[in-house]
């Protein structure tokens, strides 16, 4: 997919201190918060079909609807300090150094060092120009509690990269996000075969048959990512839980099927 919506920029600092979380950064890519500017290339990629293939969630057909998801997920970046992310590839010129935390995760996960080489190099100069996707953990009210529900949907065109799978790594390894006290669960369509295979990639299990799925949709599947299984938390890098405003939504309620984060969605790894 490409579109026109501007890259992040080389200002460094400047920009990232005026964002409402962190910006992570792997081989080939770069996270940042969803921001306003974001806006049509969300849409486009949530009004395409093809992202949409074995999902439990409907497809947007008007922009208003992206936008009070945008505006809600911007939200809970304010109150929660966690939430979506943007995806784009990364410009080598302009990456900052690797944070120290992803470096002991990809260690200890035996995975490439997330910079050098220059097959990575290559590797991210071959991705398209613009929003690759979007991934995050959003804050979920669910069993009288608040949890964590892993969100990724990209580009259909990256199907088979890797991009998904490299950039929940990355959220899961921040201690702002994946190290949080929260549980973080996953939803997605029992027949979601690509994205049961990338959660089971990632570490997710099967929740106990016992487990409400949050929404109640029928043919949903509830997954659990153990506490072994976050990188941050394996680390001791817990931060615990960051200090949030009260929530104005009731416990247990759930965003309408129309509306993108209506319960977690999946793409292809």
């Not at 080389?10 to 940042?32: E, I, N, Q, W």
Request: aromatic letters at 2%.
């Amino acid at each position: 997919m490409h579109d026109g919506a501007a890259p992040p920029s080389s200002d460094g600092g400047r920009r990232a201190a005026s964002l409402p979380g962190p910006v992570l950064t792997t081989a080939r890519l770069v996270l940042t918060p969803v921001a306003p500017e974001d806006l049509e290339a969300l849409f486009a990629l949530h009004a395409d079909p093809r992202a949409f293939v074995e999902d439990l969630t409907a497809l947007l057909t008007e922009r208003a609807q992206m936008e009070w998801a945008l505006a809600r997920w911007r939200e809970d970046w304010r109150r929660h300090g966690a939430g979506h992310l943007a995806v784009r590839a990364r410009e080598r010129h302009d990456a900052p150094p690797l944070e120290p935390h992803h470096a002991q995760a990809r260690e200890r996960h035996g995975m490439r060092a997330l910079q050098g080489s220059a097959g990575e190099e290559a590797d991210a100069a071959a991705l398209p120009p613009g929003l690759l996707g979007v991934v995050g953990l959003a804050p979920l009210e669910a069993e009288g509690r608040r949890l964590l529900s892993a969100y990724w949907r990209l580009d259909p065109a990256l199907t088979g990269r890797g991009v998904a799978q490299e950039a929940m790594r990355a959220v899961l390894a921040h201690p702002r996000l994946g190290g949080r006290d929260e549980e973080v669960v996953a939803v997605t369509a029992g027949g979601n075969a690509p994205s049961r295979t990338l959660a089971a990639r990632l570490g997710f299990e099967p929740a106990p048959s016992q487990r409400p799925v949050p929404g109640g949709r029928d043919g949903g599947v509830l997954l659990v990512l153990p506490a072994h299984a976050r990188p941050a938390h394996r680390a001791g890098q817990s931060v615990g839980r960051p200090r949030t405003e009260p929530s104005r939504a009731r416990p247990g309620a759930v965003p309408s099927r129309s509306h993108p984060d209506a319960g977690p969605s999946r793409d292809r790894p």
